[in-house]
C-alpha cells in the first residue's frame, strides 16, 4: 500500500466504527475513481472489511477481525508519544 493511502485506509477502520454500517452509505463516502487513493477497494484487499447481508435486510460494512487489528496496532503506534 502507498503512504498515501496508509493513513486513509486507517481513517475508514475508524469511520466504520465498531458497528457496522450500511454499504450503500460506506460506498458513497468512501469508493474513489482515483487510481492513486484506492482506500476503499485496498481495505477490501487486505480483508480489512467484512460485508453482511441478512435475507431481506439491507447489505452492511463492518470492519474485521483482521481490520481491527490492523488498526489497533498502527492507531496505537501513531499516538505514543515521541
Known amino acids: 500500500m502507498s503512504d498515501a493511502v496508509d493513513p486513509l485506509v486507517l481513517d475508514l477502520l475508524e469511520w466504520i466504527g465498531r458497528e457496522p454500517r450500511p454499504y450503500r452509505e460506506v460506498i458513497d463516502a468512501w469508493r474513489t475513481s482515483c487510481p492513486r487513493l484506492p482506500v476503499w477497494?485496498?481495505?477490501?484487499?487486505?480483508?480489512f472489511l467484512d460485508r453482511l447481508h441478512a435475507p431481506g435486510g439491507e447489505a452492511l460494512v463492518a470492519v474485521s477481525e483482521q481490520g481491527r487489528a490492523h488498526l489497533a496496532a498502527h492507531r496505537t503506534m501513531a499516538r505514543r508519544p515521541a
Open 41 to 47: 477497494e485496498e481495505a477490501n484487499a487486505r480483508g
